[in-house]
Structure formats: structure tokens, C-alpha cells
């Protein structure tokens, strides 16, 4: 690549597109840190579950490449056969033990195998020296560290702070799902965990307790919650009293849209 030849370096923020304010934002955030950005649009197959909504995922390339020319100095929208010549069910996977298991793990059996995969054969495809990802997705951040760390690619991994709408719910791709009435309860999500966090910087520690109650507040605002859990970061190792960098995270139903969501708690001894 004509780039390298000139000591041009690379920024990659890779994506399924249908792209919103957030994805912007990490393509922002790549032109500041980099010589040239690059951006791709895969839905990637390995990634969804046999119940999941790979054939409804929305695929907006054209909208998307309008919004991308200004700020983007490739997009790259490989086609299946390209990233899986030999279907994705026989190709080679990357499985990152520890961070990938329990939380959406749990509830999307496979999932971070797919992430991990078609991240690293990326990274192969476009060289990037830096790799840009939301914190919404956050056990995706860990599980891409995770990987980019015990496989030594040589790439930057950038966490860029979750886009939200001005009533704070977690901008997301699938947020087009929800009707009308669930857009209203949405961000009752974010609100339940800003309680939590404000409860652990006031000093409570009963970890357990207040997940129930994080799980029963969820419910009573008309969600169907998969987990809502205190962990600690980075590691993601169940929360214990003496740590000082926690998240929050919560993952719920409301309808057909599945949404995630988290918030990080730093707490002084």
C-alpha cells in the first residue's frame, strides 16, 4: 500500500454499518490519531446466533458511503466470499477464553468467537497501526484487547466513549427496532445504571443485592433483562470489596430489540 511507503499511518474503525452519530464519532476520533482512516461495513455472519437477526440486520451501504466520503479515506465492504471463501461454518475461529464468557457470552453462545475472528482477519486485510471501538460494546472492547494482546498484532486498540441521545439511552444500530411506546422506556436502561453507580461512589458494597435490584427495576419498567452485574474492569472478574475500577453492566429486552449498555465506577479507598 502506497501508504506505508510513505510512513503514512493507518486508523481502522471497523463496523456493521447502518451507521449512526456513535460510529461518526469513532471515525472522528481516528482522523486525530492517524495519517489516513479506513472503515469497514461487514455484517459479519459468524457473529449471529440461529435465532438472531443476521437477515433483518439493516444494510444501508449506499446512505452509508455518502456519510463516510467526507471523513474516510477508504471504506472497505468486502463481500461474505471474501472474508469466508470457504463459508464461515468451516473457517478457522479464535476463541479468547475468560473475558468472553459469561454476560452477553452467556446469553449469545458463539457470538465473541465470531467478533474475534473477523476482527483479526481484518486487522490481517488492512494493517491498521491504530483500531478504534465504542464503549457500549464493552465486553467486545475487553475480548478485542484480550486478543490483540495474546496474539501480539500490532495494533492500538482506542476505546472512544459511548454516543448517547439527550435522554441518555446508548445510540445502537438495532434503536430503530424499538416502537414508539419502547423508545420512551429506553433509556430507563441507562437510568438504572447511574443509580447503581452513584450507590457504589456512596460507599455500598453488597455487589449481589444490588444486581437484584438493578434486575428488578428493569423488570418493573417493562424490560426483560438477561443480566445486570458489577464487575471489575478490564478484567471483568466478578466485583469484590476493595476494587476500585468497576462497571456496571446491564443487557435487557424490550420487545424485539435486545439493548446493552454500561457505565464505569472509579472509587476512591
Keep these: 500500500m502506497g501508504w506505508r511507503l510513505q510512513s503514512e499511518t493507518i486508523a481502522f474503525v471497523p463496523t456493521m454499518g447502518n451507521l449512526h452519530a456513535g460510529h461518526l464519532a469513532l471515525v472522528e476520533q481516528a482522523r486525530q490519531c492517524a495519517d489516513k482512516v479506513v472503515v469497514s461495513i461487514f455484517v459479519n455472519p459468524m457473529q449471529f446466533g440461529a435465532d438472531e437477526d443476521l437477515g ?21 465492504a468486502p463481500p461474505v466470499a471474501e472474508i469466508y471463501p470457504r463459508g464461515h461454518g468451516v473457517s478457522s475461529q ?9 454476560l ?25 497501526d491504530y483500531a478504534l471501538f465504542g464503549n457500549k460494546d464493552y465486553q467486545q472492547l475487553q475480548v478485542i484487547r484480550r486478543m490483540v494482546a495474546d496474539l501480539c498484532f500490532p495494533v492500538e486498540i482506542i476505546a472512544v466513549p459511548t454516543a448517547r441521545e439527550e435522554d441518555g439511552l446508548a445510540l445502537s444500530s438495532r434503536n ?7 423508545r420512551e422506556i429506553a433509556p430507563r436502561l441507562y437510568q438504572a445504571l447511574q443509580s447503581v453507580v452513584q450507590a457504589l461512589v456512596q ?3 453488597d455487589y449481589a443485592v444490588m444486581e437484584q435490584e438493578g ?11 438477561e443480566y445486570f452485574s ?13 476494587m476500585t475500577e468497576l462497571v456496571v453492566l446491564a443487557a435487557a429486552r424490550l420487545g424485539k430489540t435486545r439493548l446493552i449498555d454500561n457505565l464505569a465506577c472509579s472509587l476512591v479507598e
Design 230 to 242: 458489577i464487575r471489575q474492569a478490564g478484567s471483568l472478574k466478578l466485583a469484590q470489596p476493595g
Design 104 to 128: 452477553c457470552g452467556a446469553f449469545r453462545p458463539g457470538h465473541f468467537t465470531g467478533v474475534a475472528t473477523v476482527v483479526a482477519k481484518l486487522f490481517n486485510m488492512v494493517q491498521p
Design 203 to 205: 460507599g455500598r458494597n
Design 56 to 76: 433483518s440486520y439493516p444494510r444501508t451501504l449506499t446512505a452509508d458511503s455518502a456519510k463516510l466520503a467526507p471523513v474516510t479515506d477508504l471504506l472497505f
Design 176 to 182: 430503530g427496532y424499538l416502537s414508539a411506546a419502547e
Design 215 to 225: 434486575l428488578y427495576v428493569l423488570e418493573e419498567a417493562g424490560f426483560v433483562p
Design 94 to 102: 479464535i476463541d479468547v477464553p475468560g473475558v468472553s464468557e459469561g
